[in-house]
């Protein structure tokens, strides 16, 4: 039902930890970029929404790391809208190993809209529209 | 029923995005500073164990951020062991403001206790006692 | 001639590198919280006086590495202001390891007075008093 | 005399501070990918270098900070190896704004061989012949 975008992020040295891995903290890093390039197919920067006063902040988050990935693996991260209420945006997301498709790890987050003073928002409707465009195509 | 260690942290300025807000996944540092304090309370020091050949993995996380913390804010994180298996501990956290004692994020963990080859293995009883003394006491 | 203040550090994990080395883009990290906390001291929050809408913008650093600092390593920063200029001031820089005094690493900085904008401003006359009596003390 | 490479990289979000500039840290990051895919256009993975026991440690640096990148702006680093010592290699770096070619950030680094005890060794023929033949090209 929903659409998906998919990036290419190549781990850099500097996020891996002693064990060689991709450090915990830092796919919250790529996801977030999974969910800009997202916006960004349906023709919104979120750069332009913060500057129209419209954030997005995570509020819940959950997340299964199955497979590491570790140094200079090139890995493909598919993000997904699953739900769009009026002040939430749920993502889902896969992030796979490029070379043999390997399922590294899957999450999930709510984000919420708000303005400048942090109060909830309504989703503004040209990122509603983008968003529900996406979901239609 | 278990111990809870508690560490004081204060928000750098690094680890604030243009919102002005900590980033949700810097949070996860500051879990994993908490796991570790709390280890070291119990007599083990994590940097040993590794060279021991003992690791700990993340497996799965959740968290629910429920206000902002800000730059220069000095936080309160409690840590808890929920819950102690053969390979895998659970955690459960809160970050407060200490100024005002306002819950800002909470969240829980799994990890799992691997070999250098990534292998799960048992926890070894010097980690397992540390940690049921800990609940005992 | 100028006060010097000192704060001590722990190595964080998601801060080490696959070689288990502090990495080297971090240092500039725990430098500015020596600054922060030298501003402290003199009874200036920088927070506050981003506030009031003056910020400092990192022109210039160099940085010389003698020693790794490892994970879980206690350091001790120490941070002088050593030229107070108009709208400049520089900084030098010395990171020990706490338990032996060994110097792991040095750097000078030059940070410039900016306001919202990001333009040149005069360094306000109660930052330069702050430092100024730091200098004499 | 040197050839030099050049990637692409957009600025994340979590990269860039309160002030909305990518931190000064994070540019220490982005100089370390030009590293990497300068070895890798040479034809080394600096992956495979460390399982050999061969590493490249940050010994001494110095950056100019310019004008400010911000968070989403595609920037485009060029590295360039400066000079080929016996342990040592100098790199030096330019990271412009694509869109305009604003140039934002210099610097240099010095990068010393070590074996994985730490100890100096000198650079393997197979890297110094790569990075030769990209010197004549």
Chains 1, 2, 3, 4 share one sequence.
Not at 67 to 85: I, S
Request: aromatic content about 8%.
């Amino acid at each position: 039902m929903h659409q998906t975008g998919q990036i290419e992020i190549r781990v850099r040295y500097a996020e891996v930890d002693p064990m060689g891995l991709l450090h915990h903290s830092r796919y919250w890093v790529y996801f977030e970029m999974g969910r800009t390039e997202l916006l960004r197919q349906a023709g919104v920067a979120y750069a332009d929404l913060e500057k129209a006063g419209v954030f997005f902040v995570v509020a819940k988050v959950s997340g299964q790391f199955r497979a590491p990935a570790r140094y200079d693996d090139l890995l493909t991260l598919t993000t997904q809208v699953t739900r769009l209420g009026a002040a939430r945006i749920d993502h889902a997301y896969q992030l796979c190993r490029k070379s043999d498709g390997q399922l590294l790890a899957s999450a999930q987050t709510t984000i919420a809209c708000v303005d400048r003073q942090g109060k909830i928002i309504a989703i503004p409707d040209f990122v509603r529209g983008a968003e529900e465009n996406k979901a239609e195509s």
